[in-house]
């Protein structure tokens, strides 16, 4: 069975850091896109980084600069390095898998950004 699962997520005050880890499984993982995507209360759920299976990395603008995804395919594991949160960071951030037309998602993991 295909599993995507989150890892990591918890509470930071602004300006600090958090790893969040995405472990995928029941896949062929070294040739899926993985991607992160988080939602915020009362938002619709938005697209924050992607890494394709070669390493090309893309970003949204509201965290370029700031996040960092990569990919270990020792451990089929994607993960995203935040920086500098902010509040406006605070989301329930997910990950998704695609191989070829099909997307697996993760339940998701609390990131909560407060003083």
């Known amino acids: 069975q295909v599993q995507v699962v989150e890892s990591g997520g918890g509470l930071v005050q602004p300006g600090g850091s958090l790893r969040l880890s995405c472990a995928a499984s029941g896949m062929p993982f070294s040739i899926a896109v993985m991607g992160w995507y988080r939602q915020g209360p009362g938002k619709q759920r938005e697209w924050v980084a992607a890494v394709g299976s070669g390493g090309t990395t893309m970003y949204a603008d509201s965290v370029k600069g700031r996040f960092t995804i990569s990919r270990d395919a020792t451990k089929n594991t994607v993960y995203l390095q935040m920086n500098s949160l902010k509040p406006e960071d605070t989301a329930v951030y997910y990950c998704?898998?695609?191989?070829?037309?099909?997307?697996?998602w993760g339940p998701g993991t609390q990131v909560t950004v407060s003083s």
């Open positions: 998704k898998a695609v191989i070829n037309t099909s997307n697996y």
